[in-house]
């Protein structure tokens, strides 16, 4: 019995855990499932429009990733200064992430206007007929350029969201959020099919409304939070300065610049994992995209509690409480993994169900199922890593979560994919099964560190 306390909580921790995660579940819960409404209007357009706004958000993906990145390496420093009760600390960590994500977003509007057409053509290739290639093609830089329109809100409301979660507060980026997804539901049905007298824009439209729900979102966060300075106490002064000090800016370069290295690294492997999987033909893009977007509806239980890990356990740091903070973090991951096995085999089970929502073809369906079966096999696993790769954070290990993350999608993953899918006459699925099962490696790499505790350490100490 006291061995089996190690592992599971009491009720008052699973309430403690559910405060923290449910917000951030519910919140990325609704933005994926408009997100699925949002694919399945555009899938009802055609496979060719489908596929070419697939093409793009993978290529928009990295960029996300490489802001979650940057902000993230503050964010290591803004939990545990919150957790200290530093509030000049909490606004340094932000102005830091302020002049990372005015940098990178720069970067990415002058990459992808100079070079979108050549990197959507990475992912045209296969069996398919030249005619559909151009089709897609077409479709994907019209939905681009519109698309960067939305990157600067993006960027706002990530900096705040990121700062508000790190002190704790998780409830206004998660109802901005919900706002801003109703908003892009409506004025993709409006806007992509031409209703209530609006033109009939198709993949124009559904970019116009994403762009139109992000600046809805920004605009609720930055008043809401200027709004109640007493509340949030960073705001207080926030732009007095946008100086960083020049001790905490090399601080946070050691330790996030690996950190946002990771991301971008990692989310540039899982673009040439989706490049080496298309060079089977364009039925497999489309068959991916819907597997992916149901998955993500799924993949919110560990996402949202992996968040969780790095909150509470990064608060727990800084302020001093070792053991506290390692019994906290054996719960969580054990939580983490029991809930996945069961949301695992319930994502099995509807597998089916879902590619039939879509207007395409009887193959691109029937892939699309076989694959979220496969995802859905591999989810305990998932959220063992995630909740591993954040403990590992937590305590500013950002070089053993590099390499954790990163190193081994690039030396393991990537060319497992690139020889299976161009040297072998393997299916596509066996293909997928055997990337994912390599892993495996990761998980009994995570438990070694984790069960170590090298995390285990205060990094605003003074």
């Not at 932000?94 to 994500?101: A, E, V």
């Not at 031409?194 to 139109?212: D, M, N, W, Y």
């Not at 740091?317 to 719960?331: C, F, I, N, V």
Request: aromatic residues 12%.
């Amino acid at each position: 019995m006291q061995k089996h306390r190690k592992f599971i909580g009491d009720k008052r921790f699973y309430l403690m855990v559910l405060g923290v995660a449910m917000p951030i579940m519910i919140q990325n819960g609704i933005t994926n499932f408009v997100s699925l409404l949002d694919n399945i209007m555009v899938g009802q357009v055609g496979t060719e429009q489908m596929s070419g706004v697939a093409i793009v958000n993978q290529l928009l993906f990295i960029y996300n990733l490489c802001i979650f990145g940057g902000v993230s390496g503050a964010g290591i420093f803004t939990a545990q200064y919150f957790g200290q009760g530093n509030d000049e600390g909490v606004r340094n960590t932000f102005r830091f992430k302020l002049w990372i994500g005015v940098i990178l977003t720069a970067t990415a509007i002058a990459i992808f206007l100079g070079a979108h057409e050549p990197l959507i053509r990475l992912y045209l290739t296969g069996d398919q007929g030249s005619q559909d290639m151009n089709a897609t093609l077409s479709y994907g830089v019209s939905y681009m350029k519109v698309m960067l329109v939305g990157l600067p809100p993006f960027l706002f409301v990530q900096l705040y969201a990121s700062t508000l979660r790190e002190c704790g507060e998780t409830m206004l980026p998660m109802k901005a959020g919900i706002t801003a997804v109703f908003v892009n539901l409506i004025f993709n049905y409006i806007l992509i099919y031409g209703k209530l007298g609006a033109p009939q824009l198709g993949v124009v439209g559904a970019a116009v409304a994403t762009v139109l729900s992000r600046y809805v979102e920004m605009a609720i966060v930055l008043i809401c939070t200027h709004g109640n300075k007493e509340k949030y106490r960073f705001t207080k002064h926030l732009y007095r300065t946008i100086r960083v000090p020049a001790a905490l800016t090399k601080q946070i370069l050691i330790k996030g610049t690996p950190l946002m290295l990771n991301e971008t690294f990692w989310a540039g492997g899982v673009a040439i994992l989706m490049q080496c999987y298309s060079v089977r033909g364009l039925n497999v893009v489309a068959a991916m995209n819907i597997s992916n977007t149901i998955s993500n509806l799924f993949n919110i239980v560990f996402i949202a509690l992996g968040d969780s890990v790095a909150i509470i356990v990064g608060q727990l740091l800084g302020a001093g409480r070792m053991e506290e903070a390692k019994d906290t973090d054996t719960k969580l991951i054990t939580f983490s993994v029991l809930l996945c096995i069961v949301i695992g085999a319930l994502m099995a089970l509807v597998a089916p169900l879902f590619p039939r929502l879509y207007n395409t073809t009887d193959e691109v369906r029937h892939m699309a199922a076989i694959f979220i079966v496969e995802v859905a096999m591999f989810m305990p696993v998932n959220a063992f890593l995630h909740a591993s790769y954040f403990t590992l954070r937590s305590g500013g290990k950002t070089i053993i979560t590099f390499l954790f993350d990163s190193v081994f999608i690039w030396v393991v993953s990537v060319p497992v994919a690139f020889c299976l899918s161009r040297f072998t006459g393997l299916s596509i699925y066996a293909i997928y099964f055997m990337v994912m099962s390599v892993d495996l490696i990761k998980c009994v790499i995570g438990f070694v560190l984790v069960k170590k505790g090298v995390w285990l350490q205060n990094i605003v100490a003074e």
